[in-house]
Each structure stands twice: as structure tokens, then as C-alpha cells.
């Protein structure tokens, strides 16, 4: 069965910081990995997305996922956090074949970007 | 802009009592999704549908049916409402292939 694992439940950066949000998954095959934002009070945002070709995967708002087959890891990063990042993020991934039904989420990690 | 809008942002109900929660997306796409969030236990999906009048169960079907009677709706029902079932619904659409497109949520109270 397929799984990720976001091993962190908050990350603590501050302003202007790099950041990073971990992830590590389980799968049958290649795979297809995403990066979800969520505002308080709000439905999951698309960030970006792999499926394949290059390793590093620009997204929006300035973030940047790297995936990493022999560790099997999909770690979201930023150059330089904003407040306005705060929020919570979660990975989600699922193999080649199926649809998007077959996606499973990971239990979500919340960042806090101090002033 | 894409769009899928629920019914309602908050909602408290009682035990026992016959819950609708309505979801509308206007992309035309063929997928439509329920799922219910609870903190440390991440997004888990209840149903979902693949056509009008198609729908599969996800990983917590108990408790809850859908209904999909046009393609831009979808409908989660809550037969008999229990505590256990209050959380955060989140309804999403997406075409056959690629990322789904999420609704704002409901956060369902059941006392």
C-alpha cells in the first residue's frame, strides 16, 4: 500500500529564513507527487506538482519541491519565508496508474514564520 | 477562474438527525471527491465519483452515502448524523489525469 510521511507536525522559521517542509512516500512504481497549502479556514491549494523529468519542481508563490528517488523524499522548500506562509502544508502522492482517486494525503505539517 | 463551492462553511446538527452536504463545481471536469480532514490524521477519502450516477467508495464509506444526479453536483449524506462524524468535509473535482481542485470546506458539528 501506498503512504507518505510528513515526520514533522510544526516547523518554526523565521521571516526571510529558508524553509523546509519534509515528506517521504511509499509507492508501486514511478511516482506522482503534490504539494498542498491551507489557509485557516480554507480548502487545500494546489502548490505543485512531480510526475516526471526534472528533479527540482517550481510551484507557486515562490516554492520549490525536490525530489529525491533514492530517499524517496519530496521536501517543499522557499528561499526566503514570508509571515504570510504560515499555514498548513501537506504532501500527498500516488502511483502510475489510476486516477486521482488513488491519491493519499499525508497528515499535514503546519509551518509558523515568526516576524 | 476554477471554482467548486460547498454549501455551507459551518454547520451543527444533532445526533441522529439526516445531513446534506452539497458541492458544485463549474469546470465540467468528470471527477468529483469527498473527503473529511481530522488533525493528525490528514485528508482521508470518503467517496468519490467518476460520471453522473457513477460513484465508488473510498477509504471510510461507513456512515456516509453520495449522490451525483448532474455533473457539476455532488452530494455527501450523513443518514443518521454521529459525534464522531463532526470534522472538516472537503469536497474536490478534477479531470480524469491531474490535480484535484478543492471547495472551501464545511466544518460539521454534530452534539
Known amino acids: 500500500a501506498q503512504s507518505v510521511a510528513q515526520p514533522e507536525d510544526q516547523v518554526n522559521v523565521a521571516e526571510g529564513n529558508p524553509l523546509t517542509v519534509k515528506c517521504t512516500y511509499s509507492?508501486?512504481?514511478?511516482?506522482?507527487l503534490f504539494w498542498y497549502v491551507q489557509y485557516p479556514n480554507r480548502g487545500l491549494q494546489f502548490l505543485l506538482k512531480?510526475?516526471?523529468?526534472?528533479?527540482l519542481v517550481k510551484g507557486s508563490y515562490g516554492f520549490e519541491a525536490e525530489f529525491n528517488k533514492s530517499q524517496t523524499s519530496f521536501h517543499l522548500k522557499k528561499p526566503s519565508a514570508l509571515v504570510s506562509d504560515s499555514a498548513l502544508y501537506f504532501c500527498?502522492?500516488?502511483?502510475?496508474?489510476?486516477?486521482?482517486?488513488?491519491?493519499?494525503f499525508g497528515t499535514g505539517t503546519k509551518l509558523q514564520v515568526i516576524p | 477562474d476554477v471554482k467548486v463551492t460547498q454549501s455551507s462553511r459551518y454547520l451543527v446538527k444533532r445526533t441522529g438527525e439526516k445531513v446534506f452536504l452539497e458541492c458544485v463545481q463549474d469546470?465540467?471536469?468528470?471527477?468529483m471527491f469527498w473527503y473529511r480532514q481530522d488533525p493528525g490524521l490528514g485528508l482521508r477519502l470518503i467517496y468519490f465519483?467518476?460520471?453522473?450516477?457513477?460513484?465508488e467508495k473510498g477509504d471510510i464509506p461507513e456512515g456516509y452515502s453520495v449522490s451525483r444526479e448532474k455533473k457539476e453536483r455532488f452530494s455527501l449524506i450523513l443518514e443518521s448524523a454521529s459525534t464522531n462524524q463532526t470534522s472538516m468535509y472537503l469536497c474536490?473535482?478534477?479531470?480524469?489525469?491531474?490535480?484535484?481542485?478543492f471547495g472551501p470546506g464545511t466544518r460539521l458539528t454534530v452534539t
Open positions: 469546470m465540467d471536469h468528470e471527477n
Open positions: 500527498a502522492v500516488r502511483g502510475p496508474s489510476g486516477g486521482y482517486q488513488k491519491v493519499t
Open positions: 512531480y510526475i516526471t523529468g526534472d528533479n
Open positions: 509507492v508501486s512504481g514511478n511516482p506522482y
Open positions: 465519483s467518476y460520471d453522473v450516477k457513477m460513484k
Open positions: 474536490a473535482s478534477s479531470p480524469r489525469t491531474t490535480v484535484g481542485f
